[in-house]
């Protein structure tokens, strides 16, 4: 069983920075892989940061320089720093997880609103 909380998020001036939090709560037997996705108002979700299989990250072009995913193995949690936020940044921000054993669709987090304005 898998169970994804996540924790963080918010409004934050332009510039500033945000962490999010999200930690497998269940018990899926195995290692996950993990990672974010975000929908801004109006469009269709997509990859922000994720781990391959091997445990390389891979950014979306523009959080590139910006973003950084980190994890702990140990806890099945997974980190987004996001530094130098810009507008275009708002979107709610869902964990994903994934189990490497199967072609199984992907677990979610409940989603997180980040608001960057001025």
């Known amino acids: 069983q898998v169970q994804l909380v996540q924790s963080g998020g918010g409004s934050v001036q332009p510039g500033g920075s945000l962490r999010l939090t999200c930690t497998d709560s269940?018990?899926?037997?195995?290692?996950?892989?993990m990672g974010w996705d975000r929908q801004a108002p109006g469009k269709e979700r997509g990859l922000v940061a994720t781990?391959?299989?091997?445990?390389?990250?891979i950014y979306a072009d523009d959080v590139k320089g910006r973003f950084t995913i980190s994890r702990d193995l140990t806890q099945n949690t997974v980190y987004l720093q996001m530094n130098n936020l810009k507008p275009e940044d708002t979107a709610v921000y869902y964990c994903?997880?994934?189990?490497?054993?199967?072609?199984?669709?992907?677990?979610w987090g409940q989603g997180t609103q980040v608001t960057v304005s001025s």
């Open positions: 269940g018990t899926a037997g195995e290692p996950l892989v």
């Open positions: 781990f391959t299989v091997p445990g390389i990250p």
């Open positions: 994903r997880a994934m189990r490497p054993s199967t072609v199984a669709p992907p677990y």
